[in-house]
Every structure is written in C-alpha cells, then in structure tokens.
C-alpha cells in the first residue's frame, strides 16, 4: 500500500489526505515529525511533508503532485480538471494562502526580538488580498461537488482558523457561509488539524499511536 507522509496539522499535507479520502482511494496517512525525520531525505531531499511513498524507493511530491497523481488514478471524478486553467488557477490561489499562512505562524512563534517584522507585514497584506481575490470568486467555489479548488479553500480556511492566523469571516461572508456547511464533508471531518502536546494527557490515541514525533506548523 502507499504511505503519505504527512504531518498532524500541515494545511499542504492535509489537501493530499483530503484528496485520496474524497477519491477512495487506499493509502496509509503515516504522520511523522519532519523536523526530526532524517529518513526522509532519501525519499525527499526537501525533507518536506507531504511526501507520498509508492514503494520502498520511490517518492512523490509535493502535494500538487500527489494530489495529480491520486487524480490520474481516479480521473472520471475529475476532482482537477486538467484543462481548466482557472480552477488550476484558483489551487494555486490556496496554495499561496497556506505557504503565507504557514510562515506567518511560525514568524510569529519566534520571540518578539527575533522576529521578522517585514516579513509578517507582507504577510498581513498578502493573507486578506488572497481571501478576498477567493471571495470574488465565491461563485464558483462555493457550489457543486469535489473539485481540487474548492477542497484547497476549505483547508486553508479551516488551518486560518486553526492557527489563528486572521479574522476573515466580516470580509468573506460567502466564502464563510459555504465553510460552515462545507467543513461537515467526511474526508474533511476525517483529517481535521490538531497539535501534538508530547506526554499530555487526551491525545487522540489512535492518532497518536501513528505517531512518530510531533510536528508543528
Ligand atoms: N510546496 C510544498 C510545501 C510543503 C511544506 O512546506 N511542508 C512543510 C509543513 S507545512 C514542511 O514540511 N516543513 C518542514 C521544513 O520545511 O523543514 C507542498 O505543496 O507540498
């Protein structure tokens, strides 16, 4: 069986799991803390999650190619629309959101001295023009069945609110309407994010018993 690498709460890795849930199709979800994760580099020399693990030697990633891939094995659902330039487009849109949203919060888990303030400023900038560019286009990702866009927008809103990143639902009431029913999707209830307190008590312990370290981002 292949083996998905992942992470407990990283928005890209979740998208992965998202997409092989919503297409049936079977793969281990191994979380694992990257940080510590020295194995990887054979697989992937960016010792990133998620890394998607076909056999013992041969890797995919990132998770624009592992989600691709899940879809070139299931493509009558078509969850992407290879030719459709603007739904691609649109993932790209997501994806930018996480990648800011990601390295916002980790700024910000630096110490106030160590911290780099332009860096967040772009950030505080970037995050609410993205969600409001995916706002204006509520239209077309707040209706119809799967599709790799509108999966990305759930994760990354829900990692947004997970982090705490920004309040957006005063500027992005369609977007935060359509979440609202939309977070009830099964392979989004199955992959929600959550942090690894190591030795705390209430863990979730099937979860915790795929654990190989603990990951944050
Ligand atoms: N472009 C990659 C981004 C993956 C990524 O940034 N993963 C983070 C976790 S959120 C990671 O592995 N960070 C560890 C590191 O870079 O050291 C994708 O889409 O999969």
Same mark, same amino acid.
């Given at each position: 069986?292949?083996?998905?690498?992942?992470?407990?709460?990283?928005?890209?890795?979740?998208?992965?799991?998202?997409?092989a849930?919503?297409?049936?199709?079977?793969?281990?979800? %191994? +979380?694992?803390?990257?940080?510590? #994760?020295?194995?990887?580099?054979?697989?992937?020399?960016?010792?990133? @999650?998620?890394? /998607?693990?076909?056999?013992?030697?041969?890797?995919?990633?990132?998770?624009?190619?592992?989600?691709?891939?899940?879809?070139?094995?299931?493509?009558?659902?078509?969850?992407?629309?290879?030719?459709?330039?603007?739904?691609?487009t649109?993932?790209?849109?997501?994806?930018?959101?996480?990648?800011?949203?990601?390295?916002?919060?980790?700024?910000?888990?630096?110490?106030?001295?160590?911290?780099?303030?332009?860096?967040?400023?772009?950030?505080?900038?970037?995050?609410? %023009? +993205?969600i409001?560019?995916?706002? #204006?286009?509520?239209?077309?990702?707040?209706?119809?069945?799967?599709? @790799?866009?509108? /999966?990305?927008?759930?994760?990354?809103?829900?990692?947004?609110?997970?982090?705490g990143?920004?309040d957006?639902?005063?500027?992005?009431?369609?977007?935060a309407?359509?979440?609202?029913?939309e977070?009830?999707?099964?392979?989004?209830?199955?992959?929600?994010?959550?942090?690894?307190?190591?030795?705390?008590?209430?863990?979730?312990?099937?979860?915790?018993?795929?654990?190989?370290?603990?990951?944050?981002?």
């Amino acid at each position: 069986m292949m083996t998905l690498l992942n992470g407990p709460n990283t928005p890209f890795g979740r998208l992965a799991w998202v997409t092989a849930l919503q297409l049936g199709i079977e793969v281990e979800n %191994r +979380v694992i803390d990257v940080y510590s #994760a020295g194995f990887l580099d054979a697989l992937n020399p960016l010792r990133q @999650i998620p890394t /998607l693990v076909l056999d013992g030697n041969h890797a995919l990633f990132d998770s624009r190619v592992i989600c691709t891939y899940f879809h070139s094995l299931r493509p009558e659902a078509e969850i992407i629309p290879m030719s459709d330039w603007a739904v691609q487009t649109r993932w790209s849109l997501a994806v930018g959101l996480m990648e800011a949203s990601v390295a916002r919060t980790m700024e910000m888990r630096r110490q106030a001295s160590e911290r780099n303030t332009p860096a967040v400023a772009k950030h505080d900038q970037r995050i609410p %023009r +993205v969600i409001a560019a995916l706002e #204006a286009q509520a239209e077309e990702i707040c209706d119809g069945r799967a599709r @790799i866009d509108r /999966l990305a927008t759930a994760v990354v809103l829900e990692y947004i609110d997970f982090r705490g990143v920004i309040d957006w639902r005063d500027t992005a009431p369609r977007l935060a309407r359509w979440l609202e029913n939309e977070t009830t999707r099964p392979s989004l209830m199955a992959s929600r994010p959550y942090d690894v307190l190591p030795g705390a008590a209430g863990d979730r312990s099937t979860l915790r018993s795929q654990m190989l370290g603990s990951t944050s981002s």
